[in-house]
């Protein structure tokens, strides 16, 4: 039997090889370094570039300050002096001033983040309020959005279902409200700034799902209807919405191809039950439906 060795991931402890725990310990750092690089990029580059025009500025002027120092005050004035005699003006008017940029920048950044989670999680809520008449109460417990398979493995699924009155009825309501949360979204977008996603797609794509709703909308309320136009329908607005989401969620997924690496890792040893976790199994290997179709 092979030795078991400790490794952490997401505050909890698990029993890997040692091939795993080396291969782990080794994305995990490259992870933090990536992690500390972007925040340091974010915090000393991003939001303080006009800071960096400033301090040349300061330069030139300490430079023509030693000059005139030399000629007019006393030739032994040396740089050295200058610096002295400027330190409290330059720590006043550029070092708290820089300070105090840092913290309100990364404030903003901060109310940004979270705005702009609020509209993922609302576009989310769209995503799956057009799957729920299909699936029902599976949509309570599964997020379509973890991966490309979660929705790949839905559109698989609800293409076998038959659209009967009741589920017909109850998918024009949900593409009603949908309508109304999109134009909210699409209204918030534009008066916000999007981090590390391409805000003029959004803009764009959004109305455009709007018109392709509106058109489902009026086609499911003719009384004859073919069902594979409304899946094909249903499909291209999914998979619109589905890139929506993928942009609006790169700030909180942007390390995902290196935590399925870890947990890919960790699921084959027994000991870590990494396996009955939901969030896991459904960021590996999607959702599957295990329960059977009824049809009339």
Wanted: charged share 25%; aromatic share 16%.
């Amino acid at each position: 039997m092979k030795n078991k060795y400790t490794v952490s991931y997401k505050k909890v402890k698990y029993k890997v090889t040692l091939i795993d725990k080396l291969v782990i310990e080794k994305i995990k750092s490259i992870l933090l370094i990536k992690r500390i690089l972007r925040n340091s990029k974010r915090i000393f580059i991003d939001h303080n570039k006009h800071f960096f025009y400033l301090l040349l500025l300061w330069v030139v002027f300490g430079f023509f300050t030693y000059l005139f120092g030399v000629k007019f005050r006393d030739p032994s004035y040396s740089i050295l002096d200058v610096a002295w005699e400027l330190k409290n003006s330059f720590f006043s008017s550029f070092i708290i001033t820089w300070f105090i940029n840092i913290y309100n920048n990364e404030y903003n950044y901060r109310k940004k983040l979270w705005e702009q989670h609020e509209f993922y999680v609302d576009t989310m809520s769209c995503f799956e309020k057009i799957f729920e008449p299909f699936v029902g109460e599976h949509i309570y417990y599964y997020h379509a959005f973890y991966n490309s398979i979660c929705y790949e493995n839905t559109i698989d699924y609800i293409h076998n279902i038959e659209i009967d009155r009741q589920c017909k009825r109850e998918l024009i309501g949900k593409i009603k409200n949908i309508l109304a949360q999109l134009k909210t979204i699409n209204y918030e977008i534009k008066n916000n700034n999007i981090y590390k996603a391409d805000t003029h797609y959004l803009i764009y794509k959004i109305p455009d799902i709007i018109i392709d709703l509106n058109e489902l909308l009026n086609y499911l309320k003719l009384k004859k209807i073919i069902v594979d136009d409304v899946f094909t329908k249903i499909s291209k607005i999914t998979m619109d919405l589905f890139k929506i989401t993928e942009e609006l969620r790169i700030p909180w997924r942007q390390d995902i191809e290196n935590n399925i690496i870890i947990l890919q890792r960790l699921s084959p040893n027994t000991e870590n039950e990494i396996e009955r976790a939901h969030y896991y199994n459904l960021l590996l290997n999607g959702y599957s439906f295990n329960f059977n179709i009824q049809k009339d």
